[in-house]
Each structure stands twice: as structure tokens, then as C-alpha cells.
């Protein structure tokens, strides 16, 4: 079945930019999401792409993806402690458009 | 302006006690709904989902089982809680052809 992975853990100091990758196996894929988790609560919507774009930007955090090799990254500029988190891709495609989570990324922020 | 809405926020179960969480939505019709659990250091494992009313989708066999008795109602149930069945359990909801899902707050469940 389709299949979403990304590393589990991302140390970065504060004020440096933070880069989360995510691979996907599905190249039906139409919507690729980034949901964000703080400690004991629910995901967040960070932001998401349509597979038919290559870029998306929005205030400090940056989408790419390269469809050719499934891949996906949040880069998040000027990275806050309040960035520290998990963080989670996600692809939907089909008519259900349910998505399929990866693990999610632990961001330790630092000072 | 929607809201979801999943209670209680922890629950610690004894094994073979029956479980039922709740999750409700505001503010919308004939939603989308979803369970996923989020066991220990893994991803999320959708369980259920419905697109209407008396209608359930089961991703996943085990001795969970989900009902949708009203419109923005959604129940997650067990007559035995196993150990295994501990982890994160979250509740999500979309419009009926939108592709953003929002998440509730969650429940923590520890069956001891």
C-alpha cells in the first residue's frame, strides 16, 4: 500500500532554518499536507500543495516538491523555540482523498 | 465557525473494561468524520471514517468499533479494552469534498 516516510528526529539551533523531508510512494498523490503536533495536542494544519505545484510559500515556512522523485520538505526560516514540535506529512489521493500520515518528525529547537 | 470538539482528554481503562470516546462537530453539515490512533512512536492509523449518517468504514480489523448516531456524532467503542489498545485516539472531521482535515484536541487512553 502507499507508504509515507520521514526521519524522525531534526535538532536545530534557534534562528537557523529548519529543513523536514518527507518521501511518498503514491504518485497518484493529489494533495501533500504539513500538520504540526505540540505536546498532548491534536494535528494542526500547517499548510499544503496541490501535486500540480512545484513551490509554496507562506510567511516562514517554504513547500517543495519534487514530484519526479515523491519527495516533499518543509523548510521553516528563523526557526523558533515555539517551532519545536512534530511535524507530519501527509498525501491524499483517490476519491476519498483520506490521507496517509507519515511517523512525523520530531523539531528540537535549541538555544 | 466549526469546531470539534473529543472528550475526555485522558482516560485510564482496566483491561477488559468497555471504552467509548466521543467526538462532536459545530458549525457544519453532513461532515466527514474520522478516528485515528497514534500509538507510541508511530505515525497515525486511521480506524474509522463516515461520510454520513449510520455509515462506518473500518481501515483496520481489532475490537474497536465506531458508530455515527447523528449528523456530527461520532463514537469510538470497545466491549474489551486489550493493553494494546493504549495510545493517542484523535478525531478529525472535512467538508464533504474539501481536502482540509482539522483535528480535535485528542484523548489518551491507558489500559492498564
Known amino acids: 500500500g502507499e507508504d509515507v516516510e520521514q526521519s524522525l528526529f531534526l535538532s536545530v539551533r534557534e534562528g537557523d532554518s529548519s529543513v523536514i523531508n518527507c518521501t511518498y510512494t503514491d504518485s497518484s498523490s493529489t494533495y501533500l499536507y504539513w500538520y504540526k503536533q505540540e505536546p498532548g495536542a491534536g494535528l494542526q494544519l500547517l499548510t499544503y500543495i496541490f501535486s500540480n505545484m512545484d513551490m509554496k510559500q507562506d510567511q516562514r515556512l517554504t513547500v517543495l516538491l519534487n514530484k519526479k522523485d515523491k519527495h516533499l520538505s518543509l523548510r521553516i526560516a528563523d526557526t523558533q523555540t515555539g517551532d519545536s514540535a512534530i511535524y507530519f506529512c501527509?498525501?491524499?489521493?483517490?476519491?476519498?482523498?483520506?490521507?496517509?500520515f507519515g511517523r512525523g518528525t520530531s523539531l528540537i529547537v535549541h538555544p | 465557525s466549526q469546531t470539534i470538539h473529543q472528550w475526555p482528554a485522558t482516560l485510564v481503562q482496566p483491561v477488559g473494561s468497555p471504552l467509548s470516546l466521543e467526538c462532536t462537530v459545530e458549525g457544519t453539515s453532513n461532515p466527514n468524520l474520522y478516528w485515528y490512533r497514534q500509538a507510541a512512536g508511530r505515525g497515525l492509523q486511521l480506524l474509522f471514517y463516515s461520510v454520513g449518517i449510520g455509515q462506518i468504514s473500518s481501515e483496520v480489523p481489532q475490537n474497536l468499533s465506531a458508530s455515527r448516531p447523528q449528523d456530527r456524532q461520532f463514537i469510538l467503542s470497545s466491549k474489551k479494552l486489550l493493553l494494546s489498545d493504549s495510545g493517542f485516539y484523535l478525531c478529525a472531521w472535512k467538508e464533504t469534498g474539501g481536502f482540509g482535515y482539522t483535528f480535535g484536541s485528542g484523548t489518551r487512553l491507558t489500559v492498564v
Open positions: 501527509a498525501d491524499a489521493s483517490g476519491g476519498s482523498y483520506i490521507p496517509t
